[in-house]
């Protein structure tokens, strides 16, 4: 090719070789419609800084906004505001509900905004995330017949979802979860494209839904389906997850569901799902989490999920199982007679208040074998309601999810198969943004040692102000050399997924890359949210500078550092053990909210001439990760002996000392109990609730780490402290408020006041 034919055709190659959105410009009618979705949402966070200069196609793709240009038509609109889930507060006749601050005004009309958007006509990925959206999903979404992902999550949507959703043919991903949404679901069986299904955390039921055998994950928890599990799951053989918990499901559990060609996490749990399996069900051998944990099932685990398999998490107490500790099993007469008032709704009895009826009068049958028998069963569906609240909101909206994918290293980048608490344990936290260097040392002033907080085996620690004036903790860790840019990025994108209510939250990285130095390849900076309470520690010892706990606040603080284990174990895959567990690590905010500052990042530091890893499935010891998860649990155990007796613990010496005083205080009479206490805590705790916690810390002390309880158990009897101590009406006595619940539990969810937040 001669010099001449060359510069005629360069343009040609380079007009080839550029994305056809590079060139993208907004139709002037997309660019208005814009401008009045800005204004109909009430000017969020995330939309401002327009004008009429802005170019839309060329916004940086953030956290909180990403549009996304095809020729002269969005085709992908990403908006996350800041406001948090609804409140479920009871309906009234008309199926309203109390409008909080969270949502957005009075004067919003979902109508007019969906009026305003269908006519983005091109769109193919819808997301309005926190945004306070609040009223009936209008039958004009149909309009979005191009749409393949729809993500409205965490609003205050209520009514039915629109039947017209299952005209949308190219649909691949259905996220409505964290709603208010009620009724039946449509049959969404002819959506043939359809990959993910997620409705959690609704008020949907009672039938359960149709849908089509080619979904990949579906997610139905805490809901009020009443059913029984659909036969035709067996036929699903793409599905990977499938979670169905805290539900009001009955029957047998379809033993095909374990070996799907294809699953790898099942939740079944907090149903009332009954009988035995079989014990020679086939299991697929990518399943990784099965939670079957408090139902009504019976006789023994079936060989595939009870053989200890290092690849396999089982969940399955409080059933009545004859499998493993029978301490974390009820009786076979409970679940025996429990059963008989659940059986699944005919077509003439699927109103949830008949069910409720016929369920309150099977369970008064079932109990007239014997005033013992009345007693002992009364009292195990008492400990059942507890675990039921903890299901509901009433505890906390950002429920924990369990082991997901966990032999998936691919989906852990992929937003749409993150947990639902990853996706929604972050809210009161700002955005995840990525910082600048620019930016990390303007808000350190250059590093100014005045603002060095501290430095130790996971880095330098530096006081911060950014831009808008807030507080935060900026971390320095340096990286190994052998850490590939590839590798960095991909973890970098699981840390900024590690966002919880109860974990010091991260608002940001920045990641700086050396050259030519000789020891370190990278630096990366992560910017911590600032806690103002100072530790839980000081909390128990200063009291001339801090407020003295009461039981109440102690056991609440402590249910709140359990769900952040329980995060870090199970809300990611593969958790995150072997955590930095100690009480100077537990700091308080200004609602006395527990946040855990010592977990583990995945991310192999150097520090000095030493060589430490921040986290990832950290080893200990002996060589196993099951052993760092109880190892996590034994310091959960140490943290709740300081707050039981207000004693600080300095060596083993001191744990063996306090944990024998606990033990004999146990076997006395209920004032020994009381005077192991913490003085200043006296009077303030119901016996049952102090006994309750007190015998679940030193189940988490023993020796043997078998011989510990999961973090699941753990979280389950601290509940069921709260349960009773809010129950308690400082006489010794229960209050009447306890039978309510206990009313409530039987009609279906509970409407209890108590709060653990």
């Known amino acids: 090719m001669d010099r001449h034919r060359f510069f005629f055709l360069f343009p040609i190659f380079i007009l080839v070789l550029i994305p056809l959105h590079s060139f993208a410009q907004l139709s002037p009618s997309e660019n208005r419609i814009l401008f009045e979705i800005q204004q109909i949402l009430e000017f969020p966070p995330s939309l401002e800084g327009w004008n009429n200069w802005t170019n839309f196609c060329y916004l940086p793709p953030s956290q909180s906004l990403q549009i996304v240009c095809s020729g002269n038509h969005i085709t992908q609109l990403t908006i996350v505001g800041n406001k948090s889930s609804p409140s479920r507060s009871p309906q009234s006749a008309r199926g309203k509900f109390a409008v909080s601050q ?15 958007l269908t006519k983005l006509s091109s769109l193919n990925v819808l997301s309005l995330v926190s945004l306070g959206l609040w009223g009936s999903l209008p039958r004009k979404i149909t309009r979005f017949q191009s749409l393949e992902v729809l993500n409205m999550s965490s609003n205050f949507l209520y009514g039915e979802i629109p039947a017209g959703i299952a005209s949308l043919k190219n649909i691949r991903s259905i996220v409505l979860a964290d709603n208010l949404l009620n ?4 049959d969404l069986s002819s959506l043939i494209a359809l990959e993910e299904v997620d409705l959690s955390d609704n008020l949907l039921g009672p039938k359960f839904p149709s849908l089509g055998n080619k979904l990949v994950s579906i997610v139905l928890r805490n809901n009020s389906f009443l059913s029984g599990i659909p036969l035709e799951f067996k036929t ?7 979670d169905i918990s805290s539900n009001k499901l009955v029957g047998p559990i379809p033993s095909a569901l374990f070996s799907l060609p294809s699953i790898q996490y099942l939740n079944l749990a907090m149903n009332r799902l009954s009988g035995a399996l079989p014990r020679n069900v086939s299991c697929n051998h990518g399943l990784a989490s099965v939670d079957l944990s408090h139902n009504l099932l019976t006789g023994r685990l079936p060989w595939c999920i009870g053989s200890n398999s290092s690849d396999l998490v089982v969940f399955y107490s409080w059933n009545c199982l ?3 500790s029978s301490k974390y099993q009820h009786p076979f007469s409970f679940c025996d007679n429990a059963a008989l008032a659940v059986k699944p709704p005919t077509e003439n009895q699927n109103s949830e208040p008949r069910s409720k009826l016929g369920l309150i009068i099977g369970i008064a049958v079932g109990t007239v074998v014997g005033g013992i028998a009345m007693v002992v069963v009364f009292l195990l569906i008492f400990m059942w309601a507890g675990v039921r609240t903890s299901a509901d909101n009433k505890f906390e909206k950002s429920r924990t999810g369990k082991p997901f994918f966990r032999s998936s290293t691919v989906l852990l ?3 749409r198969h993150v947990s639902h608490a990853m996706r929604m344990g972050a809210f009161g936290l700002p955005p995840y943004h990525e910082f600048t260097l620019e930016e990390i040392e303007e808000a350190t002033n250059n590093f100014d040692p005045a603002n060095l907080m501290g430095q130790g085996s996971k880095g330098q620690l530096y006081k ?4 808008d004036g807030s507080l935060v903790v900026v971390r320095c860790l340096k990286l190994k050399q052998r850490h590939s840019p590839q590798s960095l990025l991909q973890q970098m994108e699981v840390i900024s997924k590690l966002r919880h209510r109860h974990l010091v939250g991260l608002l940001g990285h920045c990641i700086v890359t050396y050259q030519d130095h000789p020891n370190v390849s990278n630096t990366v900076f992560l910017v911590l949210e600032y806690v103002s309470k100072g530790t839980l520690r000081s909390h128990l010892t200063d009291w001339r500078k801090r407020e003295i706990l009461k039981w109440p606040q102690r056991v609440a603080i402590t249910v709140g550092i359990t769900r952040g284990i329980q995060f870090l174990h199970t809300g990611i895959a593969p958790g995150i053990f072997g955590n930095d567990l100690k009480i100077e690590n537990i700091l308080l905010d200004e609602n006395l909210t527990a946040k855990i500052s010592g977990y583990n990042l995945p991310l192999p530091v150097r520090v000095g001439s030493e060589s430490a890893s921040t986290g990832g499935e950290a080893l200990d010891h002996h060589g196993s990760v099951k052993n760092s998860e109880k190892d996590d649990v034994y310091h959960l155990g140490v943290i709740l002996l300081e707050v039981i007796t207000g004693k600080q613990v300095k060596s083993e010496d001191d744990v063996n000392v306090l944990k024998l005083q606990l033990e004999e205080s146990l076997m006395d009479i209920p004032s020994k109990l009381r005077g192991a206490t913490d003085p200043s805590m006296r009077g303030t705790f119901a016996y049952e609730s102090l006994k309750t916690t007190v015998e679940i810390t030193l189940n988490c002390l023993s020796k ?4 510990r309880p999961s973090i699941d158990d753990v979280l389950w009897n601290l509940q069921y402290s709260v349960q009773v101590q809010d129950g308690w009406n400082g006489s010794g006595k229960l209050s009447g408020n306890l039978s309510g619940k206990l009313s409530g539990f039987l009609g279906g969810r509970l409407s209890g006041s108590f709060n653990t937040q």
Not at 102 to 116: H, K, R
Not at 464 to 467: A, F, K, V, Y
Not at 704 to 707: F, G, V
């Open 464 to 467: 911060g102000w950014l831009r």
């Open 102 to 116: 969270q949502t957005l005004s009075e004067a919003f009309s979902i109508d007019t905004f969906f009026t305003v």
């Open 236 to 242: 699903f053989n793409q599905l990977q997850r499938l």
């Open 322 to 324: 004859a499998s493993g």
């Open 704 to 707: 043997e780490p078998s011989q």
């Open 413 to 415: 980048t992929d937003t």
């Open 183 to 186: 009724g039946t679901v449509p």
